[in-house]
């Protein structure tokens, strides 16, 4: 039923899609294949079904890899600094061209970053420094339709040459939503999706929908704030536990985690909530395939993407630069990359698991 009923709201189907779904359903089935663990000492042994490894449409293979991710920067390339989360956003309008041409998601966070660039070079007046930022794109919003957006962790501050932390607290808001809204235009502009006369329109809005929040703040050293705020980033579009499977009619009831509404503020203190008051969303079943499933990623898409101090570029330089040890009889095997990879994904990542649950 896709190319009739759904293709000029989604755009042309994408085989990813059939085959994420197909490798979905036999997540965690026994049938499909399972290891057999068996503990050497009290000999108690079970079976542990094989992941789909799925992105965007598996909860649990996402929770997964948000962990991995977590221990990961937090032990490898974040610095001992302290970070903000960065928030851009864009129109409802600017938002459908993401969604044909999902090429130009990667643009977008790339143009996230050059606003945080120019942002610190307002600040220090000057290229005397250099960002430190990891992006993640999202292309969901709270009642999963469509709202591609980028979150960002961001180092407060720049790095110099040499390596050095230069800390820059206070940061400009409303300067860097015009920057922002400045690349957005450039890229829409250079990718042919917009002209002129609709940029000239869109700045005569009181409101222009582009929007920069930086507002959360990561101290130094907080290693467990920084882990649920990459999970928070990284996270899968949808939750299980909001959704209701049926309801009396057959419809797919989906709950948010808060009102769909939006503040404006008033005179004093009062503030004034406008959009839906409501904070779920009711899915003819297939409807709500439809709008899962388009979150799903093309293969090789990437969705976290490195820049400045924090590129994969910068990071191997600096590898580079550290002395090697030269190994000694007797002395245990240094780490490889690979070894630190597998302790992650097995030790860490139960640690964590484990952590969670009590």
Sequence with gaps: MYPERYQERYGYWRPIVRSSIDKFLKCGNLKEGFARVRCPDCKEEFFVAFSCRQRSCCPSCDQKRALLLAHRLNEEVFADVPHRQWVFTIPKRLRVYFRFDRSLLGKLCRAAYDTVCDVFRLEIGGDSGIPAMVGAVQTFGDLIHWHSHIHAVVAEGVFTESGHFVHIPDIGKHRAEKFWQERVFALLLDAHKINDEIIGNMRTWKHSGFSVDNSVRIERGDKSGMQRLIEYISRCPFSLARMVSQTDDGKILYRASHPNCIPFPLSGDKTLMKGVPR????????????????????????????????????????????????????????????????????????????????
């Design 279 to 358: 904070n779920f969303e009711m899915f003819d079943p297939l409807d709500f395939l439809a709008e899962v499933t388009q979150h799903i990623p093309n293969k090789g898409e990437h969705q976290i993407r490195y820049y400045g101090q924090y590129s994969n570029k910068k990071r191997g330089l600096q590898e580079k630069k550290k002395p090697k040890i030269e190994p000694v009889a007797g002395m245990p095997e240094p780490d490889t990359p690979y070894r630190r990879k597998c302790k992650m994904t097995w030790a860490a990542l139960i640690k964590s698991v484990f952590e969670a649950m009590h």
